[in-house]
């Protein structure tokens, strides 16, 4: 009997496929991005590009007419709603709502999700309950591995996050409850009905780590981060001065942040001349409000694209209502 797996194949390598019209290929610039800098924070041009992003617990279909069934026993091979619980975990409940199974206990369930009125199946093969934060919080959250069959040549199985995809036992993608993202502008949107997808690698999964979403209270302040803090976040990661959508960073560059909070703080002394070049910008939901040292090319690239932000030098920044500082490292 073909596995459930290999009968999935074709139609995953079809919704693959069909990736660009719910996360567009970057351009130019607009890379993926890792970095190994070990004092700096990673940024990321891109906000997610899982092949399925992002999916309405209702079971209408994505931008790429991608709709979620449910998740699926691999033993009794029985049906059952995709539930997210606590901090943005898979979990599955009894006929009272009591969880029934979650966490490693999902191992080896299948996601079932529809294209085309035909299923699509990808599978979990790893999880990992205490993926680390980078704020000073100590709230490590849920990662998964989801895993698909892709028969390009040989059969072989890969992983769900395209920059992991030789890697599909590595727990690498998490899950945010009640939000999507603009890929292209570089926003977030609350919607209790869709969950997104993200992969570690990139400007959403970042944006969670750092505590802002919508499944944990802000720093103290009874309430998750507003939409406006999130904004913020994801323009900061993604290198967004302009705040329309242009990413102005690439593979393997770094960067020092910290945030008005004092939940984020570099790790390297901003203020040592032999660390530091210099302070890179201070942004708020809009993007930079202003900037000195950009990540990548120089001002006039970025005056090119949207002329008119100011020197950090030449305002009072630190008077001005802001979410985020950043600072480019030697």
């Known amino acids: 009997m073909t596995s459930p797996v290999a009968r999935f194949l074709p139609l995953f390598a079809a919704l693959s496929a069909v990736t660009p019209a719910c996360a567009p290929e970057p351009e130019g610039d607009e890379l993926e991005f890792r970095t190994t800098c070990e004092t700096c924070g990673s940024n990321s041009p891109q906000i997610d590009d899982a092949p399925f992003p992002e999916l309405s617990l209702s079971g209408q279909p994505n931008s790429a007419g991608v709709s979620l069934v449910g998740l699926r026993d691999p033993v009794t091979q029985v049906l059952h709603p995709l539930v997210i619980a606590g901090r943005d975990e898979l979990v599955v409940l009894d006929e009272n709502d009591a969880i029934l199974y979650h966490g490693a206990d999902l191992i080896d369930w299948f996601l079932v999700l529809e294209k085309d009125g035909d299923p699509v199946f990808g599978q979990i093969v790893a999880y990992n309950a205490a993926e680390p934060a980078l704020d000073n919080s100590g709230r490590p959250f849920n990662t998964y591995a989801i895993a698909f069959v892709d028969n390009s040549g040989i059969v072989t199985t890969k992983n769900v996050c395209p920059t992991y995809w030789d890697e599909p036992t590595n727990p690498v993608l998490t ?4 939000a999507t993202y603009d890929r292209v502008l570089k926003r977030v949107q609350f919607d209790s009905d869709w969950v997104t997808f993200a992969c570690k690698d990139q400007a ?102 949207c002329p008119g932000i100011p020197l950090c030098s030449n305002v009072d920044w630190a008077n001005m209502a802001h979410e985020w500082v950043t600072w480019k490292p030697l």
Do not use: H
């Open 175 to 178: 899950i945010i409850a009640g």
């Open 204 to 305: 959403a999964f970042k944006a969670k780590a750092l505590g802002y979403e919508q499944n944990v209270n802000f720093a103290q302040t009874g309430a998750p981060a507003t939409q406006d803090q999130q904004d913020a976040t994801l323009k900061m990661i993604t290198a967004d001065y302009c705040g329309g959508g242009f990413s102005f960073t690439e593979q393997n560059t770094s960067v020092l942040w910290a945030n008005t909070a004092g939940t984020v703080l570099p790790k390297t002394d901003p203020n040592d001349p032999n660390e530091i070049e210099g302070i890179e910008a201070v942004w708020n939901q809009d993007g930079a409000i202003c900037l000195t040292t950009p990540r990548k090319g120089n001002l006039a690239d970025v005056e090119a694209e």
